[in-house]
């Protein structure tokens, strides 16, 4: 897969995003959206006219088959950047305590067992992946019996993925002694750049909220729904105590 092929399409998708849509909800997405978009296409122009010793200014020097990036492209870099690193962790906290909210037994493993908490977000990453990646195929191939032509997009569903019961035993169960692998993270070339302090951005809020909250549960009446895209994540979730 071309880079520049794959950013221009992200560019592409990130225009149709930030325009207005028709529920309320999303409405209030989309304006952050476009907000974000603005300040990125700032901190670019201001780059390109004030060039410095970081990240942005050096991205002007790439290249993609012997061409610099274009403007959509760079953009589309920074944002995938941005992006990456904002919504999976609170994602993934949202699956994570629905979960333990939803199972009491689970939750108080946790509290009385704190070293398990390692273990537990590599759990959590399996069966609550919050990102379906997307790919732009470079050439024809056949997979399965499904031919897949150059430009086709490919999505690798990883919450799928974490399911699958021909690589894990019992995969709809949650237990805080597996180890197997998962895919939540990516893989080879495309492994997250961010997967260490994703990890450790869970694993300290699980233990100081655990530390700090009493036993919780879903709020009386209150009924959690979820986002179903190339984010699953639960947009909002109400708990109480005692």
Known sequence: MRGGVAMYRMNQSVRLYATPFCQPR???????VRKVKAYLEEQIADRRANPRDDYISRIFDYEIDGR?????????????LFIGGLDTVTSMLGNIFTFLARYPDRQEELRENPGKIVLAVEEFFRAFAPVSVFRIAAREMEIHG????????????TPVAGRDP????????IRFDRRGQHISLGYGIHKCLGMHLARLELQTALEEFLKAIPPFRIKDGFEVGYFVGNILHVPELHLQWD
């Open 68 to 80: 610099k990036w274009n403007d959509a492209e760079i953009f589309g870099h920074c944002f995938n």
């Open 166 to 173: 021909n690589f894990y035993d019992n995969p709809n169960e």
């Open 26 to 32: 999303e409405q209030l997405r989309a304006s952050g």
């Open 146 to 157: 499904q031919k897949i032509m150059p430009g086709d997009y490919v999505a690798v569903s």
